[in-house]
């Protein structure tokens, strides 16, 4: 019983901070570079891309009270194509590095290279500063 009981907390905390593909899916976001640098130059638009981590609180924390505010949303959206990547997925471009997580990207879509990098969670005033 001591056993079943460990292996649902695990189980439960697990699945707690994992990405979530809804939030990727209702908020539009790309969840491939390749894909998101396609878009963007359609769009004309350079990359705001978020890395984050599985087992990170304070990345599931900044999709929460952070990227899913509306006024958050909109100007991201109509400034950038986001993208949303974890970091140790195979879907992560390993030449943007990230170190602390969340990370926060800005990405020039004519030569594919950074403009700035955000480090940690940010709350809603502090995101809409950068």
Avoid: H
């Avoid at 189980?11 to 390749?34: L, R």
């Avoid at 878009?39 to 705001?48: L, P, T, V």
Wanted: aromatic share 10%; proline share 4%.
């Amino acid at each position: 019983m001591k056993n079943f009981l460990l292996l649902l907390l695990i189980s439960v905390c697990t699945n707690v901070y994992a990405i979530s593909p809804n939030f990727i899916k209702t908020m539009g976001y790309e969840s491939t570079y390749d894909k998101a640098l396609q878009k963007a130059k359609k769009e004309n638009k350079n990359i705001m891309m978020v890395v984050v981590q599985k087992s990170c609180p304070w990345c599931r924390k900044m999709e929460k009270q952070t990227l899913k505010k509306e006024q958050i949303d909109s100007l991201i959206k109509k400034r950038f194509i986001p993208l949303l990547v974890d970091e140790a997925s195979k879907d992560y471009p390993k030449k943007f590095e990230a170190k602390l997580f969340p990370t926060t990207i800005f990405i020039d879509i004519k030569n594919e290279k950074q403009i700035s990098k955000v480090l940690g969670y940010k709350n809603k005033k502090e995101f809409k500063k950068f």
